[in-house]
């Protein structure tokens, strides 16, 4: 099997990430780690890893590719007959790999499998304001999987354990014009590719993926004019749209245009028209909260 692991800048949590991924209790899988042009240090530890451990391959890219151009270039590296990505602020128990192989042996029909999951802060312990989350997409149709996600959207298990031949034709989106250098939700067209693909499954009850939240200063995207309220408003409209737009492409690529067509209501409304709503309701709050732009 193979582990993508895409790393920019992440000096801090890195070796925590790549031991906890090591350490792993099922050891035969190749780890590629392809540096987007880390300026931090990132490089020399990646490094010293590859030199240390045969099963770590690390290549460096000559120019910064964005991340979803990078998770594209990890999936197109892959040799294994198994794929998972994985995030360089991240940490796994020991025996998540090892579980979700077996989740996907008992369940031939299952494309990816996941695990039960918490949010941790930069310290490692759970964070306060996030319980432990166990999202379960599994259906015997396309369509009713990708109902569950309308309902309940998570976006955990794209870091989750795939047959790799069965997602080979997914493709990560890069938001164009205003949004262009904002990933934020690059991954929801992905998770509905997947569920219109093939079948998921849930391994376990217990936690065994770890996401990183991390403080405002570490965090290396930001939203588009978030200073200025009809910019950064308009900005927002235009991603929801593209996510929408795209996700729906992504589900007739993968199964048919009749099944895009029928989750097409749920979606607009779920990820397009109330994140709106909600944001334009925060928008205005702050602005009497305290003085912003509106330019």
């Known amino acids: ?45 990646c490094r010293d890893y590859a030199a240390r451990d045969k099963r770590v391959r690390y290549i460096r890219q000559p120019e910064n590719l964005g991340i979803s151009r990078n998770m594209q270039f990890l999936l197109e590296e892959a040799k294994g007959d198994f794929f998972m990505w994985a995030g360089d602020d991240d940490f796994w128990h020991p025996q998540f790999i090892s579980t979700l192989l077996g989740a996907l042996d008992d369940s031939p029909d299952a494309i990816v499998a996941y695990s039960p999951y918490l949010f941790v802060g930069e310290d490692g312990s759970p964070s306060k304001n996030f319980a432990k989350r166990a999202a379960d997409y599994s259906a015997p149709t396309p369509y009713r ?8 959207f998570d976006d955990g298990f794209g870091y989750g354990l795939f047959r790799r031949e069965q997602i080979l034709g997914v493709r990560f989106p890069v938001w164009k014009g205003i949004n262009r250098t904002n990933p934020y939700n690059n991954i929801y067209p992905t998770l509905c590719y997947y569920l219109s693909k093939g079948g998921f499954v849930l391994a376990g009850n217990e936690p065994l993926h ?86």
């Open 145 to 152: 999987r990708l109902a569950k996600l309308m309902w309940r």
């Open 210 to 295: 770890f996401k990183r939240i991390k403080d405002r200063k570490n965090v290396h995207h930001k939203i588009p004019y978030s200073d200025s309220f009809i910019r950064g408003y308009i900005a927002f409209l235009l991603w929801k749209r593209d996510v929408v737009a795209t996700s729906l492409g992504e589900i007739s690529r993968a199964d048919s245009r009749w099944t895009a067509v029928r989750v097409a209501p749920a979606m607009i409304v779920r990820w397009g028209i109330w994140p709106s709503m909600l944001r334009f309701a925060a928008l205005c709050l702050k602005l009497v909260r305290r003085k912003i732009s509106f330019y």
């Open 1 to 45: 099997m193979s582990i993508g692991l895409p790393v920019f800048n992440d000096r801090d949590f890195l070796t925590q990430a790549i031991d906890s991924l090591l350490g792993q209790t099922h050891r035969d899988f190749e780890l590629i780690i392809s540096d987007d042009g880390s300026t931090d240090g990132s490089e020399a530890i």
